[in-house]
């Protein structure tokens, strides 16, 4: 959708003034969704309930697999992380409110020690490693790993 915006009839630090028919004009183009718009919304809606149905069946199959919840959405505190820095395990364990110790009691067989080295990325940790470390953490093993491209 687009126009031209119209002449204001005077322009303040507070205000613009429009002319009566200028802002009908405006009211009439944006008041009223177009035909495509409104079939692109229900193409968008569909194409988000597809995904989060999608999500769901992968979700069910995880937990199946492992016979415990798993989230496969990554919440908002873990990307703000991410971005700032750290480290998906540690992203994940500050968003679970755990300590190193915490987890390593949780990821059997993964020591406190081991998580930290990774954290601060002096070891990359193993597949099993991380298996371990996302069961725990209940999320997936992807959701764990760094992409060295970025």
């Known amino acids: ?53 999608e999500d769901r069946q992968f979700a069910a199959r995880l937990a199946a697999e492992r016979g415990s919840a798993v989230e496969t959405v990554i919440p908002l505190d873990v990307v703000r992380a991410k971005l700032n820095g750290a480290h998906p395990i540690k992203a994940w364990r500050d ?10 009691a949780k990821s059997a ?18 597949v099993a490693t991380l298996g371990r470390l996302a069961r725990a953490l209940e999320t997936s093993i992807e959701a764990l790993i760094e992409d060295e491209r970025i």
């Open 1 to 53: 959708m687009s126009f031209v915006l119209p002449q204001p009839k005077t322009v303040t630090d507070d205000e613009v003034v429009l002319s009566r028919e200028d802002w009908d004009a405006i009211v009439r183009i944006i008041g009223e969704p177009a035909e495509d718009d409104v079939g692109e919304d229900e193409d968008d809606i569909s194409a988000v309930a597809a995904a989060r149905d």
């Open 95 to 104: 968003y679970r409110g755990w300590t190193q110790m915490h987890l390593a």
């Open 109 to 126: 067989g993964v020591g406190r020690d081991l998580i930290a080295q990774i954290e601060t990325r002096r070891k990359k940790g193993s």
